[in-house]
């Protein structure tokens, strides 16, 4: 992100380990070699026939296509197996031709069969059980008709699963509707309000994460590969191995490496990180999310997004016509849909900071998300300087999903 000049002094936050560099074509190698609490690929792929490799959709950047190349290598070694693709979409838009081809690379698209995921066919849809916390399990019914199953995916904070990664790729990634809708559910206690371990940077006792970890646990897969990525969108770290323990272990490293304590401050400016991290505001949300403890109570918060695809989903900017919080939790434990929780979760943070979206939404579009417009971090620094102070301090998060920010008065 780069910034004009501005009348404030701006530093930025880093995360407390320096970012190593991306590992080569020889740390993929060897990290599909030597897999965390599981077989060797050998021995897991031995006599396969049909595999399934579940991917992360386009509003995801993951890697995969640098480590998916060596992993058919395996799989070939092993076996003589068929190799299809899952696009783990979850109740995202359906992909296109094109996004396949930005995930896997033209190469793997043409040469394999996809498997693109409706969470409302229920033709297509096998019931596996439930979880312990009564959530129905409907998963995509390819999945049981291969006998191995590899999860991909990238790891770092969530919202409120805690990390990416890992079981996502299941639930909500190949899951129905129904499934996932039980499954966000667990994120809010009786009354509406969110659920205190329902937060970033948490999975003991999270109920959406250990929901989810029930639900993929009836799937039962054979091996997981999770990435996790620099600031340049590199391949920093790669896990590969058993699907829960190998997703802990690389949660552990993001938890260490990306957690800051920061004392909040008057002004934050933030960037969602450019695509798809920035594709629309269900995705721009988490830099909001991710950033919101480092700015004081009615400081100014910049909010960098473009969102290309604008809200992202249709459930989203109807719910803000509620127009307070007492109306918007009324209505959403009457009619539960997942992305009414996130407009729920943005309009709680705009109501305690003055929100400005950099984007290129329309101006209304803007204002009924209770922010005010800007063309540029220009406009927006000089609307700050009406209630910010020339020569405040502030922060800046470049990519601001990828840190989780903890206020500390004392940091």
């Given at each position: ?8 002094r701006?530093?930025?936050?880093t ?16 990290a ?5 609490a599981?077989p ?19 509003t ?47 190469r ?12 409302d ?43 990416s ?111 798809p ?21 009615g ?5 960098v997004?473009?969102?290309r ?22 209505a ?50 000089r ?21 989780l ?7």
């Amino acid at each position: 992100m780069d910034l004009p000049a501005a009348p404030f002094r701006l530093d930025a936050v880093t995360p407390p380990r320096p970012p190593s560099p991306p590992i080569g074509d020889d740390g993929i190698r060897e990290a599909l070699l030597r897999p965390v609490a599981s077989p060797s690929l050998a021995e897991i792929f031995h006599g396969a026939r049909r595999v399934l490799v579940v991917v992360s959709d386009a509003t995801r950047t993951t890697g995969c296509d640098r480590y998916l190349p060596p992993l058919i290598d395996h799989v070939r070694a092993a076996s003589r197996a068929e190799i299809r693709f899952a696009v783990a979409s979850g109740i995202h838009r359906r992909p296109t031709p094109q996004d396949v081809d930005s995930i896997l690379g033209p190469r793997l698209a043409a040469g394999h069969e996809i498997i693109l995921h409706d969470p409302d066919d229920r033709s297509a849809l096998e019931e596996l059980g439930r979880t312990r916390a009564g959530t129905p399990v409907a998963i995509h019914a390819a999945v049981r008709e291969q006998d191995r199953i590899v999860l991909t995916g990238a790891v770092g904070f969530h919202y409120y699963a805690g990390f990416s990664g890992g079981r996502k790729a299941l639930v909500p990634g190949l899951a129905s509707r129904a499934t996932v809708t039980a499954n966000h559910l667990r994120a809010l206690r009786t009354d509406g309000t969110r659920h205190p371990l329902a937060r970033a940077g948490r999975l003991g006792g999270n109920p959406v994460h250990l929901d989810m970890t029930d639900g993929a646990s009836l799937v039962g897969p054979h091996l997981l590969i999770n990435s996790v990525l620099g600031e340049d969108g590199g391949i920093e770290r790669l896990w590969v191995g058993h699907w829960r323990r190998a997703h802990e272990a690389a949660c552990r490293y993001v938890r260490a490496a990306r957690s800051v304590k920061v004392r909040p401050r008057d002004l934050v400016v933030a960037s969602a990180g450019g695509e798809p991290t920035d594709i629309n505001l269900i995705q721009a949300h988490k830099a909001f999310e991710a950033g919101v403890a480092a700015v004081k109570p009615g400081g100014t918060f910049v909010l960098v997004a473009r969102c290309r695809e604008k809200a992202g989903h249709s459930d989203f900017l109807p719910f803000f016509r509620h127009g307070c919080e007492e109306a918007m939790v009324k209505a959403l434990k009457s009619d539960f849909r997942v992305y009414r929780q996130t407009a729920l979760s943005w309009f709680l943070k705009a109501r305690r900071c003055r929100l400005i979206l950099v984007s290129g939404l329309a101006a209304d579009t803007v204002r009924l998300l209770g922010a005010e417009p800007a063309r540029d971090l220009e406009e927006a620094f000089r609307l700050a300087i009406g209630t910010v102070r020339a020569g405040s301090r502030g922060w800046v998060l470049a990519h601001g999903s990828r840190l989780l920010i903890e206020g500390d008065a004392r940091a």
